[in-house]
């Protein structure tokens, strides 16, 4: 149990400076098949905004919990919008639950 109150309560300042890195394949690595033309731009990416979240993560010293729930926000955010356009394509004013 002390483990997972751990979990719960961890902060970027406990981690030492040590992130969860991506594969060398998604940032920076070589990659030896064929892969679809936005595969590396997407990659590239992914691996900046890690970096700005570690960054963002460590400098407020957020709890975990705190970091998804930032992170969680603005992708719902982002989505309500997708989820607009996609419903309602002729009237993006409407909300996406609007019949």
Known sequence: MAQVANARTARASDSEGVVPALDSAVCG???SFRLHPRHTQVARAKCDIQDAVAVAWKSHDLTVGELVSV???I?????KF???AERHPDDPNKKADEA
């Not at 992708?75 to 989505?79: L, Q, W, Y």
Request: proline content about 0%.
């Open 29 to 31: 690595g070589e990659v």
């Open 71 to 73: 992170l969680v926000s």
């Open 82 to 84: 997708v989820l607009r």
């Open 75 to 79: 992708a719902s955010e982002h989505t």
